[in-house]
C-alpha cells in the first residue's frame, strides 16, 4: 500500500513538472523566439547565440544547460539536481517538438512589445510552479537559486540580477530597442515570478487589542478554525494592563477576521505584518 502510494506521488510530481516545462516551453517558442529578445533566461542566451552556431535553438539550449546543470547538482542537493535535470531534458525535447509543429511560427500578437509582455507571465507561471517544487528549468535558474540558497536573496531578484547579463547579450546582435525591451522584460520577470512565489505562501499576523477578547478568541478558534496566543501588553502613557491576541491566517481568513472585528468592536487596535516563512522547530 505504502509503495503505491509513493508510485502514485511520483508519478503526480513528474507530472506536474512535465507541465511546468511545457509551460515555460511554449513561453520561449511562441513568444520570446518571435519577440528576438532576450529575456533573462538561457533560451534568451540561446536565441542570440543562435545567430551565431549553425545549431537549432533545442541543441544550444540542451549544451548550455548542461554545464550549468553539473554545478546546480553539486550545490544545491540531490532532490533539485534529479529535478532539475528531468526538466532540463524535457525543455528542449518540447522545444524541438514545437520547431516540429510549428515551423517558421511568427508573433502571435504581431508586436514586440505584447510578446515580451506575454512570455513574461506565461514563463513566471511555470517557474514559480517549478521553484515550488524545489525543481528548476535549468539554466539560468540554476544560478537564480544558488544565489537564493548561498547569498539569501529572493529568487525574482536573483533571477533579474543574472538574467541582466544575457539580456545586455542583445546589444550584439539586435538593435536599442530590442536590447531595452529586453532589460525591461528581465526586470519585470523577476517581480512577477516573486509575485507567484510568494503571494502563494504569505500569510498575515494580525495583532488585535479589544477589550472583547473572549469573544474573538472563540471566533479564531471555532470559526476560523486557526491558532491564537495572547499576551498580556501594558499601555505606555498609563501602564493599563490589557490582552493581545495575535494569530496568522491566510487571505481568506484574514478578510473574515476584519470583517468579525468591524462588527465586534470597531475601535479595536489592530496591527499586520505580511509573513512569508513560518518554521516550527519541535522539542527534543
Do not use: W
Amino acid at each position: 500500500m505504502k509503495k503505491q502510494l509513493k508510485d502514485t506521488q511520483i508519478l503526480l510530481e513528474i507530472l506536474i513538472l512535465t507541465a511546468a516545462v511545457a509551460i515555460i516551453a511554449a513561453a520561449v517558442y511562441f513568444f520570446l523566439v518571435p519577440s528576438h529578445t532576450s529575456v533573462s533566461s538561457i533560451s534568451g542566451l540561446g536565441i542570440v547565440l543562435s545567430n551565431f552556431v549553425p545549431l537549432p535553438l533545442s541543441a544550444i539550449t540542451m549544451i548550455l544547460n548542461v554545464v550549468l546543470l553539473i554545478i546546480g547538482f553539486f550545490t544545491c542537493g540531490r532532490e533539485f539536481g534529479v529535478k532539475t535535470v528531468y526538466t532540463s531534458i524535457m525543455l528542449p525535447v518540447f522545444l524541438g517538438l514545437f520547431e516540429k509543429i510549428f515551423p517558421d511560427f511568427g508573433s502571435m500578437t504581431n508586436s514586440q512589445e505584447l510578446d515580451v509582455l506575454c512570455y513574461t507571465l506565461v514563463v513566471s507561471v511555470g517557474l514559480s510552479i517549478l521553484f515550488n517544487r524545489n525543481a528548476s528549468s535549468g539554466g539560468l535558474d540554476i544560478v537564480a537559486k544558488i544565489m537564493n540558497k548561498y547569498l539569501h536573496m529572493e529568487l525574482g531578484k536573483a533571477m533579474s540580477l543574472s538574467g541582466m547579463c544575457v539580456a545586455l547579450s542583445a546589444a550584439l546582435v539586435y538593435d536599442k530597442k530590442t536590447v531595452v525591451l529586453s532589460i525591461l522584460g528581465t526586470y519585470f520577470n523577476g517581480i512577477v515570478l516573486d509575485h507567484f512565489i510568494f503571494d502563494h505562501n504569505i500569510k498575515r499576523r494580525v495583532c488585535i487589542i479589544t477589550p472583547k477578547e473572549e469573544e474573538l478568541r472563540e471566533f479564531i478558534l471555532h470559526e476560523l478554525h486557526s491558532g491564537a496566543t495572547i499576551y498580556e501588553a501594558y499601555g505606555a502613557y498609563n501602564m493599563q494592563k490589557r490582552k493581545e491576541i495575535i494569530t496568522i491566517v491566510d487571505k481568506t481568513e484574514y478578510q473574515k477576521l476584519m470583517n468579525f472585528i468591524n462588527k465586534l468592536d470597531p475601535k479595536a487596535f489592530i496591527t499586520v505584518y505580511n509573513v512569508s516563512d513560518m518554521r516550527y522547530q519541535p522539542k527534543m
